[in-house]
């Protein structure tokens, strides 16, 4: 990898640690709504987890890290803060971001399926190709977002921005998914050691932990993608 690149990783990473330090608000409130949603399958399940159980949280998890991602693309002052820092972001600003982000949910939800299921598969057989299709497609949400396209198109337009830039989407993006996925099942154990709960406990502690993870992974790869767009 070349130092220019490691330095824009890091770059990356800087940045959205500083978009989330500037609007704290405007940046975990809706994580916070979104977390708990996406965990929610822990509070039904009844006994230990089963492997099913385990893939239907990583699928709603995903589809609302995904919405995130749409959500903080959406809000285009958020993900140009670095650059610009001029405009406030505000907790009225967030719902109508979130609005409009609501208008793509079907695109969404089909895209995260299959981002996420045929790594998911891949990765049964071996690690390596589960994280190489992961990589390729980790840009679809921004895309849908910013671009307007729908959930095939975004996962052959996200395949073609990270062309050329595969280690530096694969050290912000997918490092990013994948650290939300550890944040929703470690949260989850954590939850019931300390609750010895497998419904809300479970829950609560996936909800903290994955809406305290969530901002900073989707907020990378927001940037992430901005950036590959200002450099094509």
Do not use: C
């Not at 994580?31 to 990583?58: C, N, Q, R, T």
């Not at 972001?89 to 609005?99: N, P, S, V």
């Not at 895309?143 to 729908?150: F, P």
């Amino acid at each position: 990898m070349f130092a220019d690149e490691r330095r824009t990783i890091l770059s990356i990473w800087r940045q959205a640690l500083a978009i989330i330090r500037r609007y704290p608000l405007a940046t975990l409130f809706p994580a916070a709504v979104l977390g708990p949603l996406g965990d929610a399958p822990y509070y039904f399940i009844i006994g230990e987890l089963s492997l099913s159980d385990e893939l239907l949280s990583s699928l709603t998890g995903a589809f609302a890290f995904y919405l995130y991602i749409v959500y903080i693309t959406y809000a285009e002052e958020v993900t140009a803060e670095a650059e610009r820092g001029v405009e406030r972001i505000t907790i009225r600003g967030a719902f109508h971001e979130l609005r409009q982000a609501a208008s793509v949910v079907p695109f969404v939800l089909v895209a995260s399926v299959v981002a996420l299921a045929i790594p998911l598969l891949a990765t049964a057989l071996l690690v390596i190709p589960g994280l190489w299709i992961l990589t390729r497609w980790s840009l679809f949400a921004p895309v849908i977002s910013r671009e307007q396209l729908g959930p095939v198109a975004a996962l052959k337009r996200s395949n073609k921005v990270v062309g050329g830039h595969f280690e530096l989407v694969f050290l912000t993006a997918t490092l990013g998914t994948v650290l939300e996925e550890a944040a929703v099942h470690g949260g989850a154990v954590v939850g019931h050691l300390v609750t010895d709960s497998y419904t809300w406990g479970e829950w609560l502690g996936s909800s903290i932990v994955t809406s305290l993870v969530m901002p900073l992974a989707a907020i990378a790869t927001s940037v992430t993608y901005m950036h590959l767009q200002r450099s094509s």
